[in-house]
Antibody
């Protein structure tokens, strides 16, 4: 059983909305932590998108804040990402991740990642 | 916004020591974490809070942080250590990743 699993469309058209869900297994989202989304364009580095607490409190990357919404569904043990008005430059592998118990400001459990291509 | 600067690449001979730096303004006052990422895989946390190793990470991996530079040290480098390495910190409610360093084991 994979602790974190991303799911969603692998292809999104430019100017449309990217939507992904992270399903958490083996741990209750309601137990705590700020759950995060991180992305990585092909051949490039890691970029934090935002994080959400089980209560719904969120932190976003300032460079994306106007276009990002992260939400949580504790009944399904899932949290989700919506990114509006996407461009080709946002083609990337999108990861969901859980902070480390010993260091909530680091991520120790990552999903396998899902590739999202922005193209018409 | 806060920036973390890493060298693009570091080469190390098999069995020798590699040092990867992460530069930032007064980074010594922050908690710095390090990730290893192999091609096609998700990142793996190898050092947290400057110098702590998660369970399962070899003792060959160590870290330090002082002044304006944090350092990840890989001792007795092995072929399996060849990967990209990223530093990361949390500052003012924002997670920041370093630019990444490709480590090549010769």
């Amino acid at each position: 059983q994979v602790p974190l699993q991303e799911s969603g469309p692998g292809l999104v058209k430019p100017s449309e909305t990217l939507s992904l869900t992270c399903t958490v297994s083996g741990y209750s989202i309601s137990s705590g932590y700020y759950w995060g989304w991180i992305r990585q364009p092909p051949g490039k580095g890691l970029e934090w998108i935002g994080s959400i607490y089980h209560s719904g409190s969120t932190y976003y990357n300032p460079s994306l804040k106007s276009r990002v919404t992260i939400s949580v569904d504790t009944s399904k043990n899932q949290f989700s990402l919506k990114l509006t008005s996407v461009t080709a430059a946002e083609t990337a592998v999108y990861y969901c991740a859980r902070p480390a118990a010993a260091a909530p400001d680091a991520f120790d459990i990552w999903g396998q990642g899902t590739m999202v291509t922005v193209s018409s | 916004s806060y920036e973390l600067t890493q060298p693009l690449s570091v080469s190390v001979a098999l069995g020798q020591t590699a040092r990867i730096t992460c530069g930032g303004n007064n980074i010594g006052n922050k908690n710095v974490h390090w990730y290893q990422q192999k091609p096609g895989q998700a990142p793996v946390l190898v050092i947290y809070r400057d110098s702590n190793r998660p369970s399962g990470i070899p003792e060959r991996f160590s870290g330090s942080n002082s002044g304006s530079t944090a350092t990840l040290t890989i001792s007795r480098a092995q072929a399996g250590d060849e990967a990209d390495y990223y530093c990361q910190m949390w500052d003012s409610s924002i997670f920041v990743f370093g630019t990444g360093t490709k480590v090549t084991v010769l």
